[in-house]
């Protein structure tokens, strides 16, 4: 069974940092392109970064690009996303995907929330 599960979200302070991370099971990891979205809301679901099979190519929103950071470890089959000056509008749902052309796979979501 295939399973994507985030954490690591919560409620920090505007310029505060968080590390996001998502454990996954039941596919290989290792074939796969990851993804972070987020989805505040009455918003669209947004695509904030994904990362290749093997790291070698990462890809950014531009809103997000020189704060946020996706990594991968594929011995432990997790992706993780480490998020920098973090600003009130980042507020959102953030949710781990597997596939790189097309999503195959979901996790539910953690919630951050940036508010002083």
């Known amino acids: 069974q295939v399973q994507l599960v985030e954490s690591g979200g919560g409620l920090v302070q505007p310029g505060g940092s968080l590390r996001l991370s998502c454990a996954t099971t039941g596919f290989s990891f290792s074939n796969y392109g990851m993804n972070w979205y987020r989805q505040a809301p009455g918003k669209e679901r947004e695509l904030v970064a994904r990362i290749t099979s093997g790291s070698w190519r990462t890809e950014y929103a531009d809103s997000v690009k020189g704060r946020f950071t996706i990594s991968r470890d594929n011995h432990k089959n997790t992706v993780a996303l480490q998020m920098n000056s973090l600003k009130p509008e980042d507020t959102a749902v953030y949710l781990c995907?597997?596939?790189?052309?097309?999503?195959?796979?979901w996790g539910q979501g953690t919630q951050v929330t940036v508010s002083s």
């Open positions: 995907a597997a596939g790189w052309d097309s999503i195959s796979s």
